[in-house]
């Protein structure tokens, strides 16, 4: 599991050095070098665990600390201290903090803390899935499917859960819910009380991919200093979800392979083999039959993963769709930012039915969670949408989307026109907007996306996501 982390420390050399160890350990590190930094950064982002120091020069940790704990109640934090005092300690414990400990070069009580944090955190997230507060989320009956394509998408996903030994691809434009789906599947069938293990290749560093997957036994690398099981082994009994499997590095990719034939595993350094019990399920926007006739993915995994294929299908495909999951998303941003917000306006809903929606599901709840954010009264209207949503042409059939225009007499295709209103798009919008375009034009290649960006496959997904 890849945990999240916010590290604030308001002296850039040790706030540099943590980073870049806890990095090198596997943490997906975010910094920031002031309490109010970090404040900002938790409207939008939410880490697993926040790394605080006690002394700053503004807010202190524990100014932090009291005002995180109002909005995220159940973020973990750890305060980091050089000369903190037992006052100071019983303080954070009364505001709630997870760990109290000294701040050393050679990080060794926050290593000792952060191995207890997500210790907690894998724990919590078990009970939770026991608690089967996912299962209702992801119910059948609550999936949205007024169009006849998702219908009968669905009717396939129904059998798809009752065979729950059944190998399943999911394929589908980026954004139009194939993970989503693959959890409908997970948790409507006989292993929804077990876990579902979400693996997201391109965000986890190669380097550590082989032990993250299998596991290791202590000592069998640097830097091994424990033994640790892999994730298929956590799936014990329930479903792995290969996120972008496309990106599974070569080598990996054989090692899979055996693992779903032989269904057993051996950790890293292990002399034991240990069976498993799992469903395996992946999910990729490229065409995986060209990435096995360029020699980039393994012919027999392809096969032995394409025993069933299900294509998601775009949004523009089930367009009965849009306003039902439109009115879910608002519902649900309206309670996460306490909103007025109550209904949908005549205004929006005809933005809505004629926009094309490239990015599909995401972009759909990314753009009402925007708008609702922008919201004060109780009926959304299409003035809370940005300029170039609302502009958008009206298509009777709705093919290739063109979010950003390619003036007439432009004869490079590669040419597109960004045209924003000044104070109405923050740059959020705009990146969302070139990122779509790429990604449109790469067919939803994000590898390719991300490096026609000039940015890293993690950045991009973490723009995405944001
Ligand atoms: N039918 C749906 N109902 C409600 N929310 C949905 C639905 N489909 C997708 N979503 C939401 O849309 C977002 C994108 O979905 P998801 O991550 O599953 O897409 P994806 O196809 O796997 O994307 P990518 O190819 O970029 O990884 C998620 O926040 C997901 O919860």
């Given at each position: 599991?890849?945990?999240h982390?916010l590290?604030?420390?308001?002296?850039?050399?040790?706030?540099?050095?943590?980073?870049?160890?806890?990095?090198?350990?596997?943490?997906?590190?975010?910094?920031?070098?002031?309490g109010?930094?970090a404040l900002?950064l938790l409207r939008?982002y939410e880490p697993d665990i926040l790394v605080l120091?006690?002394?700053?020069?503004?807010?202190?940790g524990l100014d932090v600390l009291a005002r995180v704990k109002q909005t995220s109640p159940h973020l973990l934090v750890i305060l980091?201290?050089?000369?903190?005092?037992?006052?100071?300690?019983?303080e954070a414990t009364k505001l709630g903090a997870f760990d109290?400990?000294?701040?050393?070069?050679?990080?060794?009580?926050?290593?000792?803390?952060?191995?207890?944090a997500?210790?907690f955190l894998?724990l919590q997230r078990?009970v939770r899935?026991?608690s089967?507060q996912?299962?209702?989320?992801?119910?059948?009956?609550?999936?949205?499917?007024?169009?006849?394509?998702?219908?009968?998408?669905?009717?396939?996903?129904?059998?798809?859960?009752?065979?729950?030994?059944?190998?399943?691809?999911?394929?589908?434009?980026?954004?139009?819910?194939?993970?989503?789906?693959?959890?409908?599947?997970?948790?409507?069938?006989?292993?929804?009380?077990?876990?579902?293990?979400?693996?997201?290749?391109?965000?986890?560093?190669?380097?550590?991919?082989?032990?993250?997957?299998?596991?290791?036994?202590?000592?069998?690398?640097?830097?091994?200093?424990?033994?640790?099981?892999?994730?298929?082994?956590?799936?014990?009994?329930?479903?792995?979800?290969?996120?972008?499997?496309?990106?599974?590095?070569?080598?990996?990719?054989?090692?899979?392979?055996?693992?779903?034939?032989?269904?057993?595993?051996?950790?890293?350094?292990?002399?034991?083999?240990?069976?498993?019990?799992?469903?395996?399920?992946?999910?990729?926007?490229?065409?995986?039959?060209?990435?096995?006739?360029?020699?980039?993915?393994?012919?027999?995994?392809?096969?032995?993963?394409?025993?069933?294929?299900?294509?998601?299908?775009?949004?523009?495909?089930?367009?009965?769709?849009?306003?039902?999951?439109?009115?879910?998303?608002?519902?649900?941003?309206?309670l996460a930012f306490r909103?007025?917000?109550?209904?949908?306006?005549?205004?929006?809903?005809?933005?809505?039915?004629?926009?094309?929606?490239?990015?599909?599901?995401?972009?759909?709840?990314?753009?009402?969670?925007?708008?609702?954010?922008?919201?004060?009264?109780?009926?959304?209207?299409?003035?809370?949408?940005?300029?170039?949503?609302?502009?958008?042409?009206?298509?009777?059939?709705?093919?290739?989307?063109?979010?950003?225009?390619?003036?007439?007499?432009?004869?490079?295709?590669?040419?597109?026109?960004?045209?924003?209103?000044?104070?109405?798009?923050?740059?959020?919008?705009?990146?969302?907007?070139?990122?779509?375009?790429?990604?449109?034009?790469?067919?939803?290649?994000?590898?390719?996306?991300?490096?026609?960006?000039?940015?890293?496959?993690?950045?991009?997904?973490?723009?995405?996501?944001?």
């Amino acid at each position: 599991m890849t945990w999240h982390l916010l590290l604030v420390e308001d002296e850039a050399s040790v706030r540099e050095a943590f980073a870049l160890r806890l990095g090198n350990q596997g943490y997906v590190v975010q910094t920031a070098a002031s309490g109010e930094e970090a404040l900002a950064l938790l409207r939008s982002y939410e880490p697993d665990i926040l790394v605080l120091d006690l002394v700053m020069p503004k807010l202190s940790g524990l100014d932090v600390l009291a005002r995180v704990k109002q909005t995220s109640p159940h973020l973990l934090v750890i305060l980091l201290t050089a000369r903190g005092t037992v006052k100071d300690a019983v303080e954070a414990t009364k505001l709630g903090a997870f760990d109290f400990v000294a701040k050393s070069i050679d990080m060794e009580d926050l290593q000792h803390a952060l191995n207890r944090a997500t210790e907690f955190l894998t724990l919590q997230r078990q009970v939770r899935l026991q608690s089967g507060q996912e299962s209702a989320r992801y119910a059948l009956d609550r999936v949205i499917a007024k169009s006849p394509t998702t219908q009968s998408f669905l009717a396939r996903v129904r059998e798809l859960a009752k065979n729950d030994r059944v190998t399943v691809l999911l394929q589908g434009e980026t954004g139009t819910g194939k993970q989503y789906m693959g959890r409908v599947i997970h948790f409507n069938s006989a292993r929804a009380h077990k876990p579902c293990i979400e693996v997201d290749c391109p965000a986890i560093p190669r380097e550590l991919f082989e032990s993250e997957l299998f596991g290791h036994e202590k000592g069998s690398f640097t830097g091994a200093s424990g033994r640790r099981c892999g994730l298929i082994e956590m799936a014990e009994g329930g479903t792995v979800l290969f996120d972008e499997i496309g990106d599974l590095p070569l080598p990996l990719q054989t090692k899979l392979l055996r693992v779903i034939e032989e269904r057993a595993l051996r950790r890293i350094g292990g002399s034991t083999t240990i069976p498993v019990e799992v469903r395996f399920m992946a999910a990729t926007n490229r065409n995986l039959k060209e990435a096995v006739a360029k020699g980039e993915f393994r012919e027999d995994l392809y096969f032995r993963l394409n025993v069933v294929t299900l294509t998601v299908p775009p949004l523009r495909d089930r367009r009965e769709d849009i306003i039902p999951l439109a009115e879910q998303f608002l519902a649900r941003s309206a309670l996460a930012f306490r909103k007025p917000v109550r209904t949908l306006g005549e205004s929006a809903v005809a933005v809505l039915s004629r926009y094309q929606f490239p990015g599909n599901v995401r972009e759909l709840s990314n753009l009402m969670e925007r708008a609702v954010l922008f919201c004060s009264e109780e009926s959304l209207d299409a003035s809370h949408f940005p300029s170039d949503v609302q502009d958008s042409p009206v298509t009777s059939s709705i093919g290739a989307s063109a979010p950003l225009s390619v003036p007439a007499g432009w004869l490079d295709p590669a040419l597109v026109q960004l045209t924003f209103r000044v104070g109405e798009q923050s740059l959020a919008d705009l990146e969302d907007r070139i990122i779509n375009e790429v990604l449109r034009r790469t067919g939803g290649n994000k590898t390719l996306a991300a490096k026609q960006l000039g940015i890293t496959r993690w950045m991009l997904d973490r723009r995405r996501r944001r």
